[in-house]
């Protein structure tokens, strides 16, 4: 038995590495979600589609809660690849999570107006297509950054455009990345850049009223988790939002990030504190079960929690 004796530590060596590599295999592979993608309209400038992350045991009987993500960009650029990692984990979670392509001016000449009306019909179609989706209608969450978390605000407190009645449609719960909520006179100290100014002048200004969120909460508004950097010039927008939801009676919480600036959410490691975040409140909500796959030590490196009424404030240490 000599040979086994030589031959011990590189045995234990091998067994550690395939024990690592199970383990890594689990986690990212063999846990990862189907993405399905559906054309959800058809408009002047093309088709517009979606993205669906499925559970891995997802079913058609099931009846799931369902994000819908919408990415940033300033109605300018951007695109559906955005929010994917954040869609692959809440996915992993147990959520259906979607994310959609709307119009933008790059791409498609359209102005903010057309986006949200698109946010409105990706809802729709996502509503209508729930039994089969395997999603509660009822348990659905709109969610996205910048000018994506103004299409996701609009869904849950906006009328729709072209005049369709959602109020038994509403998203039943926001979480918000850096969101516009007000587009009534955007100026620069909001950090607004001169196209997206240019085209929210070329909106009806009606259409400018009828979209800015800000103007329309009310105690109907659905319980909302908002994001931003301290730095970030919507951030007063973000705090009137959670003064006034508050005052209405809805539950409202507000994070932010010490010393960052807006879209600081897309690098590490704020994109895992703020996924973490949005887990915690799908938690509350009772949206969610269990136990977040991301370390809770994520938030000791990046923040100092202190909790007030309605309200929570991160602070880099």
């Given at each position: 038995?000599?040979?086994?004796?030589?031959?011990?530590?590189?045995?234990?060596?091998?067994?550690?590495?395939?024990?690592?590599?199970?383990?890594?295999?689990?986690?990212?592979?063999?846990?990862?979600?189907?993405?399905?993608?559906?054309?959800?309209?058809?408009?002047?400038?093309?088709?517009?589609?979606?993205?669906?992350?499925?559970?891995?045991?997802?079913s058609e009987d099931d009846r799931r809660p369902a994000v819908l993500f919408f990415f940033g960009g300033g109605?300018?650029?951007?695109?559906?690849?955005?929010?994917?990692?954040?869609?692959?984990?809440?996915?992993?979670?147990?959520?259906?999570?979607?994310?959609?392509?709307?119009?933008?001016?790059?791409?498609?000449?359209?102005?903010?107006?057309?986006?949200?009306?698109?946010?409105?019909?990706?809802?729709?179609?996502?509503?209508?297509?729930?039994?089969?989706?395997?999603?509660?209608?009822?348990?659905?969450?709109?969610?996205?950054?910048?000018?994506?978390?103004?299409?996701?605000?609009?869904?849950?407190?906006?009328?729709?455009?072209?005049?369709?009645?959602?109020?038994?449609?509403?998203?039943?719960?926001?979480?918000?990345?850096?969101?516009?909520?007000?587009?009534?006179?955007?100026?620069?100290?909001?950090?607004?850049?001169?196209?997206?100014?240019?085209?929210?002048?070329?909106?009806?200004?009606?259409?400018?009223?009828?979209?800015?969120?800000?103007?329309?909460?009310?105690?109907?508004?659905?319980?909302?988790?908002?994001?931003?950097?301290?730095?970030?010039?919507?951030?007063?927008?973000?705090?009137?939002?959670?003064?006034?939801?508050?005052?209405?009676?809805?539950?409202?919480?507000?994070?932010?990030?010490?010393?960052?600036?807006?879209?600081?959410?897309?690098?590490?490691?704020?994109?895992?504190?703020?996924?973490?975040?949005?887990?915690?409140?799908?938690?509350?909500?009772?949206?969610?079960?269990?136990?977040?796959?991301?370390?809770?030590?994520?938030?000791?490196?990046?923040?100092?929690?202190?909790?007030?009424?309605?309200?929570?404030?991160?602070?880099?240490?």
């Open positions: 038995m000599s040979w086994l004796r030589e031959f011990w530590p590189w045995l234990l060596g091998a067994f550690a590495v395939c024990t690592v590599l199970f383990i890594l295999y689990t986690l990212f592979f063999s846990n990862r979600p189907t993405v399905r993608q559906f054309t959800y309209k058809e408009t002047p400038q093309g088709k517009l589609t979606l993205e669906i992350h499925l559970p891995r045991d997802w109605w300018i650029s951007g695109g559906i690849e955005h929010f994917s990692w954040q869609a692959d984990y809440l996915a992993r979670r147990g959520i259906v999570a979607v994310r959609v392509d709307y119009r933008v001016d790059t791409r498609h000449h359209t102005t903010p107006d057309k986006a949200v009306e698109d946010g409105f019909d990706a809802l729709l179609w996502l509503q209508r297509h729930a039994v089969e989706l395997g999603i509660n209608p009822q348990q659905i969450v709109s969610s996205g950054a910048s000018a994506g978390g103004h299409i996701a605000a609009c869904l849950a407190i906006c009328n729709h455009p072209a005049g369709i009645d959602m109020s038994s449609m509403r998203p039943a719960l926001l979480v918000l990345f850096n969101p516009v909520l007000d587009l009534v006179n955007p100026t620069a100290e909001e950090e607004f850049t001169s196209r997206e100014i240019e085209l929210i002048a070329m909106m009806p200004e009606s259409a400018v009223t009828r979209l800015s969120p800000n103007l329309h909460i009310d105690g109907s508004t659905p319980p909302t988790l908002l994001m931003f950097g301290d730095r970030d010039g919507l951030l007063a927008q973000g705090n009137f939002f959670a003064e006034k939801a508050l005052s209405e009676g809805v539950p409202t919480t507000l994070l932010t990030a010490q010393g960052q600036k807006h879209g600081f959410f897309n690098r590490e490691p704020w994109r895992s504190a703020t996924i973490l975040a949005m887990d915690h409140f799908l938690l509350e909500q009772g949206y969610l079960s269990g136990t977040p796959l991301i370390d809770e030590a994520v938030t000791d490196m990046t923040s100092d929690k202190k909790t007030g009424k309605g309200k929570t404030l991160i602070e880099k240490q």
